[in-house]
């Protein structure tokens, strides 16, 4: 009987031994996005809750609040030192942008937070595709550059922007920018300290507010990213903040720590636009 028992017991163990080698295809495959994210300037603001990385299906997002229907890394430990490996759970498709988003204490995430994209190539600051799919269940080395000064800021600036005329239908992206002095080179352009990206498209009017040190600005300026773009050339001005006083100038804003200049207001008139 026990020499029976015995046989049953090891004719169990070599069926689901078997069992465990074939590939029946019912398990889920597990889809991933993973690289590192590299700080590479500042510090971690006081105010710092989290930082994730997101993956984005759409962007800039029909609406820049909306942050459902994406991929999230889970909290990283920035304080372990400079570079953080993540990886992000998502599902078979393409991402328009990987990025890394701060959150402030006692506020929800939103995308003013980013302090890094995915760019695929240090020579590019645009967001670069990563696609995912079951030939490539996990695309690795998506590595992020993000700078804390981004978020280390005491201050903002705040308005809205009003467009006339038709919307360039190669339109991508409006990026919407602060900077001390006007850029006249494009390191100056790259500066984007001082720059928001979640900007909504094909819209009447829409609302930024930018995070900024405290100090002053004399240049508030909205841009437009066409869909062939190779550089910073590409890049197409569609308006500035005025000076109420001269229109035909860019306007000066000064804002003090723990404040907000609200009102500076942007008119974009298409049909006045130079394409490059």
Known sequence: MVAKLHRAAVLVAVSLLAACQV?????????????????FAGRPPANTDRVEVFALKEFPPKDPQNLLYVGQSGALNYTKGDTVDYAIPVSPTAYDLVGVVWKEKGTNWSLTGLMGIYTGSISSFFPARVVVSKEHPVVEGVDIFANWEVVSKDAAISGTIRYQGQWPTETTMILVAAYRTRPTTEFQYLLFENMDYSQPLFVDSSYYRLKVGAGGYNYVVAFSVP?????LADLVTLGYYRDPSDPLRPGAVSVKSGSEARGVDILVDFGSVSSP
């Open 227 to 231: 869909k062939k773009v190779s550089g």
């Open 23 to 39: 590939d029946h295809g019912l398990y889920p495959v597990r889809y991933e996005i993973r690289g590192r994210v590299i700080f």
